[in-house]
């Protein structure tokens, strides 16, 4: 089982910003190895940062994928994962372009997840910005407008917004911590029928267990989408030796 079969696409090293190479440390976040209980191997994709894949989704960028996940698929790549959720508006061109599976945000469990609570119940999204997360990219992911699905958007917290802001600048972790968990309980108090919540951002999985214990509700972020995938291909077991 020690053979890697997920590979992680990833920014462009010297575009990522201050505090996103702070959260990049935290284990849970998609491009720590320690967020891993099998072996994956990170690809950097050319000119991939905030500006081309958050602000103004890039074609190039785009190119650029479809060409490393030929050539990973070459060396024997099993399923391909992109290391930051807004990569949803591309779910569909690279799982076509691919012939093996690309799981670009943490979005795609998101009708799973509403399945799971019923449709009369709701399904909390928290974003790293909701302006920037549209309706195409929901629809990228199998969303649709007959789901309830609430989006929460972290734009509006002062320190979390220094990534955006103010990229140079470093963050204070233990705010952030406190503006996210701020996050998912206004979900709840303003839309009683949430019954769990879907975090997009790949930076907030180090952040589930925590909202997790404060609300209650089952979390879903990019590490449960990343370990179901692995068990899908065989890259890990929870089957003792020798039982199954």
């Known amino acids: ?14 575009l990522v910003p201050m505090g996103l190479m702070q959260l990049e440390s935290l284990t849970g976040n998609s491009t720590n190895p320690d967020s891993y209980t099998f072996p994956v191997k990170f690809v950097q994709v050319p000119g991939a940062c905030t500006e081309t894949v958050i602000i103004n989704p890039s074609q190039e960028v785009l190119k650029s994928m479809i060409e490393i996940g030929k050539n990973l698929e070459k060396e024997g790549i099993k399923a ?3 290391s930051c959720g807004f990569n949803a508006i591309f ?6 372009a691919l012939s093996i599976p690309v799981f670009s945000s943490a ?16 399904v909390a999204v928290i974003t790293a910005n909701k302006a920037s997360l549209t309706k195409d990219h929901l629809q990228a992911c199998g969303i649709t407008d007959d789901m309830n699905v609430y989006v929460y958007g972290l734009e509006d917290a002062s320190e979390w ?11 204070d972790m233990e705010i952030v911590e406190h503006e996210i968990i701020d996050t998912a309980k206004k979900a709840l108090s303003e839309h009683a029928n949430i019954k769990a919540i ?12 925590k909202i997790r214990e ?27 030796q020798g039982v199954v």
Do not use: H
């Open 91 to 96: 779910q569909q061109e690279l799982a076509n």
């Open 198 to 209: 879907v975090l997009e951002c790949t930076d907030l999985p180090p952040f589930a267990q």
């Open 161 to 171: 917004g220094k990534i955006f802001e103010k990229p140079e600048e470093a963050i």
């Open 80 to 82: 391909i994962a992109t």
């Open 214 to 240: 404060v609300t209650g509700l089952p979390v879903f972020d990019f590490n449960t989408m990343a370990n179901y995938v692995a068990l899908g291909i065989g890259n890990i077991s929870l089957y003792k």
């Open 107 to 122: 979005l795609l469990q998101v009708p799973f997840v509403q399945n799971l609570v019923g449709t009369k119940n709701g």
């Open 1 to 14: 089982m020690s053979e890697t079969r997920i590979s992680i696409l990833k920014w462009e090293e010297g």
